[in-house]
C-alpha cells in the first residue's frame, strides 16, 4: 500500500491519498482528518530507528489509518443510534465552481498547490457519490474496508489481511459480500444509464418548480417511489424519518420553500454529480444530493447538520 519514500517531504506526501482513503470509510470530512491525524502521530511516536526500518512510509500509513477508520467504523453503530434521525455521509463542495469575493471566474488550483482544507484533497469520483457512500453505509465494517481497499484502491487482498487480521481468503469473501450489495442497491434497468448532463437538466428543473412552488411539476420529476432522507443532527430541523412518495416528497419542499422565505437555490456539485445548495444570506443552510435514474428522481439525500457543512463556507456570489 502506498508509495516508497522514507523522507519527511515523502511521509507529508501521502496525505493526500489517505485521506481519500478514510473518506470513503468513514463518509466523514472531520473523521477522516483525525484518523490521518492519528496514523500521523504514530509514525512519528516511533523510534527512528525503528521509522528507518520502515521501506515504505506509505504502506504503513495506509495500514495504520485503515485499522484506525475500522475501529471507528465498529463504535459508529452505538453512535449512529443516539443520533438525532436519519445519519448521511458529509457532503463534498466542488471548489472550482467557486469564485473568489471580487466575483473573478473560478479557477482550479496548480497542480503543485497543497489545499489547507482536507475537502480540498478528496478526490470527486464514482465512489464518493452519496448513493455509493449510503451503499457503503449498509456494509460491516470489515466489508467495507476490504471492499473501499480492493474495489476502489486497487490494494490487493495480501495487504488487506494485514489490515483486517484475517486471511486473504476471508477479505476475498468480505469483498465479494460487499459488492453483491452495490449490485442489489442498483437497478440493473436503469444504474449507470444518466449522463452527467441529463441529471443536471433534471436536477435544473428541480430547482425551477422548487422556486415556483410547483407541486404539480415536482410530482412530475419525482419517481413514484421516490425518497428523500433528511440529516439535521438535531442542530437543524429537518424530518426525522424518510419521506417517500413523489406527491408527500413535492408537498414537504414547497413547505421548506413556504417556510423560509429568500432562501436562495444554487445549482452545484455535491460529491461530483450535480445537486443543489440552498444559502440564505450568503450562508449555506441545505446541501441536496440527487439519485437520478431513467430521468426522474428517484432519491435525495438533504443534509442541514451545520456540522457537516463546514466545508462550503464562503461559497462565492456564483449565478446558478
Known sequence: M???????????????????????????????????????ARWYALPPSRRNQILSPGAWLTTVTSRVCLDLLGSARARRERYVGAWLPEPLPDRTEW????????TAPSASA?????ADQIVLDESVTMAFLVVLESMTPAERVAFVLHDVFRYPFAEIADV???????????AASARRRVRAAHDPGTAGTETVTGQADVVRHVREAWE?????????????AAVMTADGGGLAGAALHPVEGST???RYMVGIADRAPGLELLERS???????VARRAGAVMTVAAFDVTGGHVSRIWVVRNPEKLRSWAGQGPVSP
Open 114 to 118: 497543497v489545499p489547507s482544507d482536507p
Open 248 to 250: 408527500h416528497i413535492a
Open 212 to 224: 415556483s412552488k410547483d407541486i404539480a411539476a415536482l410530482v412530475g420529476l419525482l419517481n413514484p
Open 2 to 40: 502506498g508509495t516508497v519514500g522514507t523522507g519527511a517531504q515523502g511521509v507529508a506526501d501521502e496525505r493526500r491519498q489517505l485521506l481519500n482513503v478514510a473518506y470513503r470509510l468513514l463518509g466523514s470530512v472531520s473523521e477522516a482528518e483525525d484518523a490521518v491525524q492519528d496514523a500521523y
Open 164 to 174: 483486517l487480521a484475517r486471511s486473504p481468503a476471508a477479505c476475498k469473501q468480505l
Open 99 to 106: 469564485t473568489r469575493r471580487d466575483g473573478a471566474a473560478p
Open 270 to 276: 455535491v460529491n461530483g454529480l450535480p445537486g443543489l
